[in-house]
């Protein structure tokens, strides 16, 4: 399908100038020595310190951070379901979709974070979450014909949003991991 393969030509292009940019503002000067192993710090940072109990703010908020991964899983599935017509995969992306509907819902409701929020994010979570629903109803004709468009609408906006964070979102854990791994910050002893 030749919008979905300029999509992601659109995506692929403004991503790869965006990460060279940022590339660019080049690399902070290191004067201390190491007291750490970056290649730990990183390890970490992708690990560890993405569990619940390494995340103060995630600690009180369990069934949100549950929601997210369902979330992000079913957008994963529903990028293998445009290639492979698994049921499996059509599973986790509806069970990923309710879960960013009920993000989205929270989002919405929740004066705090209402407060917090933009356009941007209620207009990346609504993409993806339709986009995941379609993928979860693939086996419904007229939703496995809208899937590619969903798709196509999700590739032009990634790289415009905060959807961009599907790739900055590893390119700054690895940064981050790095400096602190070196430091010897990362990762943190045992509690005791």
Same mark, same amino acid.
């Given at each position: 399908?030749?919008?979905? !393969? %300029? &999509?992601? =030509?659109?995506? @692929? *292009?403004? $991503?790869?100038?965006?990460?060279?940019?940022?590339?660019? +503002?080049?690399?902070?000067?290191?004067?201390?020595?190491?007291?750490?192993?970056?290649?730990?710090?990183?390890?970490?940072?992708?690990?560890?310190?993405?569990?619940?109990?390494?995340?103060?703010?995630?600690?009180?908020?369990?069934?949100?951070?549950?929601?997210?991964?369902?979330?992000?899983?079913?957008?994963?599935?529903?990028?293998?379901?445009?290639?492979?017509?698994?049921?499996?995969?059509?599973?986790? !992306? %509806? &069970?990923? =979709?309710?879960? @960013? *509907?009920? $993000?989205?819902?929270?989002?919405?409701?929740?004066?705090? +974070?209402?407060?917090?929020?933009?356009?941007?994010?209620?207009?990346?979570?609504?993409?993806?979450?339709?986009?995941?629903?379609?993928?979860?109803?693939?086996?419904?004709?007229?939703?496995?014909?809208?899937?590619?468009?969903?798709?196509?609408?999700?590739?032009?906006?990634?790289?415009?949003?905060?959807?961009?964070?599907?790739?900055?979102?590893?390119?700054?854990?690895?940064?981050?991991?790095?400096?602190?791994?070196?430091?010897?910050?990362?990762?943190?002893?045992?509690?005791?």
């Amino acid at each position: 399908m030749l919008p979905l !393969a %300029l &999509a992601a =030509a659109w995506c @692929g *292009l403004l $991503l790869g100038a965006q990460v060279v940019a940022a590339r660019r +503002l080049g690399r902070r000067p290191l004067y201390a020595p190491a007291s750490g192993r970056a290649g730990a710090g990183v390890f970490y940072a992708f690990t560890g310190a993405l569990m619940p109990w390494a995340k103060e703010s995630v600690r009180g908020h369990l069934v949100t951070y549950a929601a997210g991964i369902l979330y992000h899983a079913g957008i994963a599935a529903s990028f293998a379901r445009l290639a492979v017509p698994a049921r499996a995969l059509s599973v986790v !992306a %509806l &069970a990923g =979709a309710l879960a @960013g *509907l009920g $993000l989205l819902v929270k989002r919405a409701s929740v004066a705090d +974070l209402r407060g917090l929020s933009r356009a941007d994010d209620f207009l990346s979570n609504g993409l993806a979450t339709a986009f995941a629903a379609l993928a979860g109803l693939a086996w419904l004709p007229w939703a496995a014909a809208a899937l590619p468009w969903a798709c196509v609408a999700l590739l032009v906006y990634l790289p415009l949003g905060k959807l961009r964070h599907a790739v900055f979102f590893f390119l700054s854990r690895r940064h981050l991991g790095a400096f602190f791994g070196r430091r010897g910050v990362w990762p943190t002893a045992p509690q005791e």
